[in-house]
């Protein structure tokens, strides 16, 4: 056997495990997957206490539709 290509072997299948060690560091340090937190509660705006504010105007009542006569 060629001895560049064993040094050469050797280097990249070390490069290799290390890349793996390292990867397997990265997710054990991870943070550990679990549901996210709930989106935070909104909160009403406060109610006026009628300095100033217009009241809303309210829309008229809806006229009935008299019924058609059958014949």
Partial sequence: MNIK????T???AAAM???TFAG???LANA???GP???PPIP???PIPDGNGVPPIPQA???PQIPAIPQP
């Fill in 36 to 38: 996210p937190p709930p």
């Fill in 31 to 33: 943070d550990p997957i």
């Fill in 60 to 62: 008229p009542p809806i």
């Fill in 10 to 12: 050797t280097a990249s």
């Fill in 43 to 45: 909160q009403a705006p």
């Fill in 5 to 8: 290509r064993l040094i050469v």
């Fill in 24 to 26: 397997a560091q990265g």
């Fill in 17 to 19: 495990g290390l890349a």
